[in-house]
């Protein structure tokens, strides 16, 4: 089990294990937020919030729904609309500690563009 919070600790985000490839993506919302992305199985990811902790975004033909915490503004995940398989939570790990993130490889997607992607690292 690895466990993360946001900034100010409001948010408990916890994963079954550490990430071996994160996602950045240059798309409209990605590089706005500086995300690196690991998908996991919804069973496999639990987000711990006070009521009213989160605050969601979305656009346009909300594909997918952004949280954030409502305190300290730290992106802590984004899913599906929809549910079921192939639909996995992509919890931004930057909030990990800097050594599980150093472990995982980096994968640059184009999202904005091709949607190909290579490895960083
Ligand atoms: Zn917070």
Do not use: Q
Not at 78 to 101: C, H, I, M, Q, W
Request: glycine share 6%; aromatic share 12%; net charge positive.
């Amino acid at each position: 089990m690895i466990a993360a919070t946001c900034h100010c600790g409001a948010i408990h985000i916890h994963v079954s294990r550490a990430p071996r490839t994160v996602t950045r993506c240059n798309c409209s919302i990605c590089r706005r937020y500086g995300a690196l992305w690991a998908y996991c199985t919804p069973a496999s990811v639990r987000i711990e919030a006070p009521r009213g902790g989160l605050e969601k975004y979305a656009w346009r033909r909300k594909v997918r729904m952004y949280f954030r915490c409502k305190r300290c503004g730290c992106v802590t995940h984004y899913k599906y609309r929809k549910r079921g398989r192939g639909y996995p939570v992509a919890v931004n790990s930057r909030n990990f500690d800097p050594e599980v993130l150093a472990a995982a490889r980096i994968r640059n997607l184009d999202g904005a563009s091709t949607w190909t992607w290579e490895y960083a690292r």
